[in-house]
């Protein structure tokens, strides 16, 4: 965990305080948000000085939809998984939790993925049992 580091979560529910520990967890994550399957962020937390709420929620809403497709499709043929994106200054990684949830980790280019895709994989078995 990274002394230090500013991550606010406005909702501050149970929800939060597992994303919350999911960002400080993961070296280079800015931010990260649970979403639901219409693509509504059930809660979020952030480094207001790197991301505004505002894109936080728009990962979630704008990937939702594909990451919980692309789960099923991978379930059907190779057991599912977390899923990243790399693009020129940041990425993100997002995985589906319970099969109708989207849970999304925005990083830094130079974010630590290996340990960000097994921290969100880990964060999303954490995160079932407070939804169903």
Do not use: K
């Not at 002394?3 to 406005?10: E, F």
């Not at 505004?52 to 939702?64: F, R």
């Not at 594909?66 to 020129?88: K, N, Q, Y």
């Not at 995985?95 to 880990?122: G, K």
């Amino acid at each position: 965990m990274m002394r230090g580091r500013l991550v606010h979560s406005p909702l501050s529910t149970e929800f939060g305080r597992v994303l919350a520990s999911l960002v400080l967890a993961a070296p280079g994550a800015v931010a990260a948000v649970l979403s639901d399957e219409e693509g509504d962020a059930i809660d979020f937390v952030h480094d207001p000085r790197v991301i505004s709420e505002l894109d936080v929620q728009l990962v979630g809403a704008q990937i939702g939809q594909a990451i919980i497709r692309r789960d099923e499709s991978a379930r059907r043929h190779v057991g599912g998984g977390a899923l990243l994106v790399e693009a020129e200054h940041q990425a993100f990684a997002a995985c589906a939790v319970a099969e109708r949830y989207v849970l999304a980790l925005v990083l830094e280019r130079h974010a630590n993925f290996a340990r960000a895709l097994d921290l969100l994989v880990e964060g999303g078995v954490v995160l079932v049992p407070l939804l169903t």
